[in-house]
């Protein structure tokens, strides 16, 4: 079935550097891949989202990229604040658009 | 605006029960989904409807587990003969369009004694 793997599972940064979470996914017909946070106790809540017809987008201090042809995808976080210290989950969607696998998330400890 | 809207936020039933959590989406989404996440897990999906049907069944744990959605708003998700395993978050997020942000619900914690 549809899968999507994400790695580091735990990252843990130096404030004012960098963070880098990579995905790849199993459906070559995935089309969407939103990335949520998720701070403690709190609900997942969309960060940034790329579509299939571009390669890269950026939104202040968060970047994603696809590459669709080797199935993965990764967020980049510059400048890292402790605020950026969550739960970081990569999604894709699968089955027409409507189903959306996650990855297994990637928690970011960020050091002051 | 409302967001989407889940009840109970807690439920602590006993092991064999049955349980009902419902899922009020935002009006309008036509998309709705149910995951389940376990203590410092990620998020495993459960299940999705489009308007009130689901197509793809395939992530319900068991045949315990059951939803419906109705008049393509309010869906509930059932959970028979309640199991300790059963013991999770369970988050419904709607979204209006296929492949468009999802916004999550508050959840509902789930604890089986």
């Known amino acids: 079935g549809e899968n999507v793997e994400q790695h580091p599972s735990t990252l843990s940064v130096q404030e004012g550097d960098s963070a880098v979470i990579k995905c790849t996914y199993s459906?070559?017909?995935?089309?969407?891949f939103p990335w949520y946070k998720q701070e403690l106790g709190k609900r997942p809540q969309l960060i940034i989202d790329?579509?299939?017809?571009?390669g890269e987008k950026k939104d202040q201090r968060i970047a994603v990229t696809l590459n669709k042809t080797a199935k993965h995808f990764s967020l980049h976080i510059t400048e890292t604040q402790p605020e950026d210290s969550a739960v970081y989950f990569c999604a894709a969607s699968t089955g027409g658009g409507f189903k959306t696998i996650f990855g297994a998330g990637t928690r970011l400890f960020v050091k002051a | 605006g409302a967001g989407v809207s889940q009840s109970p936020s807690n439920k602590v039933t006993e092991k064999g029960k049955d349980v009902e959590l419902r899922c009020d989406p935002i009006s309008g989404h036509t998309a709705l989904y149910w995951y389940r996440q376990s203590l410092g897990q990620g998020l495993e999906f459960l299940i999705y409807f489009q308007g009130n049907s689901a197509p793809d069944k395939s992530g319900l744990p068991s045949d315990r587990f059951s939803a419906e959605r109705t008049g393509g708003s309010v869906s509930t998700l059932t959970i028979q003969r309640t199991q300790q395993e059963d013991s999770a978050v369970y988050l419904c997020a709607s979204s209006p369009l296929m492949n468009t942000e999802a916004f999550f619900g508050q959840g509902t914690r789930l604890t089986v004694v």
């Open positions: 459906d070559s017909a995935s089309n969407y």
């Open positions: 790329i579509r299939s017809n571009v």
